[in-house]
């Protein structure tokens, strides 16, 4: 099994936009075999003065990926990418 890619999702709880990109995301977490840490911004004001009107923003492994949509074919491209890597790593260890 491929190690989980560290996908970041930050938002608000009360967020809808929010609410429907973590439900679009869920296909793609089961296809992959990855996960998503959930962050609401409003718990930290320097998160939430840098993404304030952009929630929600998916992050993997420190890029973003979309904000208010999820751009499906950018997401999957990275997931797909960080499988790849993380294959080859094991292939060289």
């Known amino acids: 099994m491929t190690q989980a890619a560290p996908l970041t999702l930050y938002g608000r709880a009360w967020c809808h936009l929010c609410d429907d990109m973590r439900a679009a995301l869920e296909p793609l977490l089961a296809e992959f075999g990855s996960q998503v840490e959930i962050v609401d911004i409003d718990a930290d004001s320097l998160l939430e003065a840098r993404y304030n ?3 929600p ?5 420190g890029v973003e990926l979309c904000h208010y949509h999820l751009d499906e074919g ?7 990418a960080r499988t790849v890597q993380t294959a080859n790593a094991r292939k060289a260890s």
């Open 53 to 55: 009107e952009l929630v």
């Open 74 to 80: 950018r997401v999957r491209a990275a997931l797909a």
């Open 57 to 61: 923003v998916l992050v993997c492994d």
